[in-house]
């Protein structure tokens, strides 16, 4: 069955430090996004992409990056982690053109903590 | 201006109770569609309902059904007689199907806790 995966589930990082968060998909969705929860903001849009070498800022991109060298894989990368980024991030995908409801699918979320 | 709103940070219901959960939303696109998730204490994000701007009638999935009220902007979720199993965190959210934009926009949610 075609799933959508997040690694890790949880990570514990210490501030300045680079992290990497991965999602992979087997969907064959075009679109990938990546969202942080946040009590009282919901989820907030960080980066997403519509293809293979295409990525875009979201609402609250500062101090993050994606790149799509692939289809399957959209992985979120902390430049230098701050307190500010403890946070759960879930990941989604998406075919190009979802007709009504289907299609969005999340990841489990990754629930990361810098201290 | 917030894209999508939820006024209700908490809400209790009493089991076997309906239950309406309000969202508000803005957009200037004719073409939106509107989402209702909720997410358990386990953290996924489970899919309830859907409703386009276009949908002349209010969508319904079982015991939730999408009280649509375009000219005042607002997609509550109704859930009828409500279940231990309906306490979580439910969120609505939006997609601007005009354009290249795909993403959804999602509101700060509403706690429901669902009293024995």
């Known amino acids: 069955d075609a799933e959508i995966t997040q690694s890790p589930r949880h990570k514990i990082t210490e501030t300045g430090r680079q992290v990497t968060l991965a999602c992979h998909q087997t969907w064959n969705h075009n679109n990938m996004f990546w969202y942080r929860q946040d009590l009282g903001h919901g989820l907030r849009l960080i980066h997403y992409?519509?293809?293979?070498?295409?990525?875009n800022k979201g609402e609250v991109s500062d101090g993050y990056s994606v790149s799509r060298s692939n289809t399957e894989d959209l992985p979120l990368t902390l430049e230098s982690a701050a307190s500010s980024q403890t946070s759960v991030y879930f990941c989604?995908?998406?075919?190009?053109?979802?007709?009504?409801?289907?299609?969005?699918?999340f990841g489990s979320g990754t629930r990361l903590t810098v201290v | 201006a917030q894209k999508i709103t939820q006024t209700q940070p908490g809400m209790f219901v009493q089991e076997k109770e309906a239950v309406t959960l309000d969202c508000t939303y803005d957009t200037s696109d004719p073409s939106y569609g509107l989402f209702w998730y909720k997410q358990p204490s386990s953290g996924e994000m489970i899919f309830l309902i859907y409703q386009g701007s276009y949908d002349q009638q209010n969508a319904t999935e079982g015991r939730y059904s999408l009280n649509f009220q375009k000219a005042r902007k607002s997609a509550n979720l109704v859930i009828s007689a409500s279940q231990l199993g309906d306490s979580a965190m439910y969120f609505c959210?939006?997609?601007?199907?005009?354009?290249?934009?795909?993403?959804?926009?999602f509101g700060s949610g509403t706690q429901l806790t669902v009293l024995p």
């Open positions: 959210a939006m997609r601007e199907a005009s354009g290249s934009a795909r993403q959804l926009t």
């Open positions: 989604a995908s998406s075919p190009i053109r979802s007709p009504g409801h289907y299609g969005y699918t």
């Open positions: 992409s519509y293809g293979v070498q295409d990525t």
